[in-house]
């Protein structure tokens, strides 16, 4: 199974990748990658292809529900990865922060 994905931002196509599922199993790999810094803003997660790949690739989930293939060697997209981390460390801190408080509360 081959698939195209893409992602839309300010009407434009910015990139295409190429994946392909291998052997009935949900692994995902990257045969080229985006060279459009995708905005932080945009970004849900992140993921890294399966160690099966050829090629390692980081494949980020946008907001859209699109994914995208970036190059993990590229010094924007390890920042962006780190960017992402550290606002869902944040999200998370707070969350569990929101709910022991609302414990105490009581």
């Not at 994905?5 to 990748?17: E, F, N, V």
Request: charged share 25%.
């Amino acid at each position: 199974l081959k698939c195209s994905l893409g992602l839309q931002y300010k009407a434009a196509c910015l990139t295409k990748c190429t994946c392909k599922k291998i052997e009935n199993l949900s692994i995902y790999c990257c045969f080229s990658f985006s060279n459009i810094k995708i905005p932080i803003k945009q970004v849900e997660s992140h993921h890294t292809t399966h160690l099966e790949c050829h090629r390692s690739g980081i494949i980020v989930i946008t907001k859209a529900q699109r994914e995208i293939c970036v190059d993990p060697t590229e010094r924007w997209v390890q920042r962006l990865i780190n960017l992402v981390d550290a606002r869902n460390m944040k999200e998370i801190f707070q969350t569990d922060f929101k709910l022991l408080f609302k414990k105490i509360k009581k």
